[in-house]
């Protein structure tokens, strides 16, 4: 909560000129993006170091004496951000904003929420929890069908919510 408090405080303070004028919520970027033809085997090569390198990064700071810190760098980080698109969302669209941020983060935002959790929750209590195989297959198989469905269904829900605008 106090990333996200900061992320809004961020968007409203410092960055409110960059905010109004530039991001995906401009009308321009979202006639771009109904035109634009997206290729799922070219997209999957985009996203997929998008999402696995913090993921990595995270599991490599897991193996440190870092652990809690990277934990809670990660989610003041992720508060932040979500502070800040959300303000950002609601300076230049208002409600619809709001709604058109939570369509670009569905359904795969579901299955990263999953993934994160484990290993944010594994690296937080260690060394009362311990790491197995099940944990391994459930993050790994949670992280790919995040990837699949945000390169495979997400475009197409964005396409149809953004014609609903």
Do not use: C, H
Not at 8 to 22: D, P
Not at 46 to 64: D, E, H, N, Q, S
Not at 89 to 113: D, S, T, W
Request: overall charge positive; charged content about 10%; proline content about 3%.
């Amino acid at each position: 909560m106090a990333g996200f408090l900061v992320g809004i405080l961020y968007a409203n303070i410092i960055s409110r000129q960059y905010v109004t004028v530039s991001g995906v919520f401009n009308e321009y970027y979202l006639r771009q993006y109904m035109i634009t033809e997206i290729v799922a085997e070219e997209y999957i090569w985009y996203i997929l170091p998008m999402r696995a390198g913090p993921f990595l990064a995270l599991a490599v700071l897991g193996y440190t004496k870092l652990k809690k810190i990277a934990v809670i760098a990660y989610l003041l980080w992720t508060g932040f951000s979500v502070g800040m698109i959300a303000v950002t969302a609601v300076i230049q669209m208002g409600m619809r904003g709001i709604l058109l941020f939570l369509a670009g983060i569905m359904p795969q935002f579901l299955f990263y929420i999953l993934a994160y959790t484990v290993v944010l929750w594994y690296l937080y209590t260690y060394p009362d929890a311990k790491w197995n195989s099940g944990k391994t297959v459930f993050v790994i198989l949670t992280l790919i069908m995040g990837i699949l469905m945000e390169v495979y269904v997400n475009p197409g829900l964005m396409r149809m919510f953004i014609q609903t605008l």
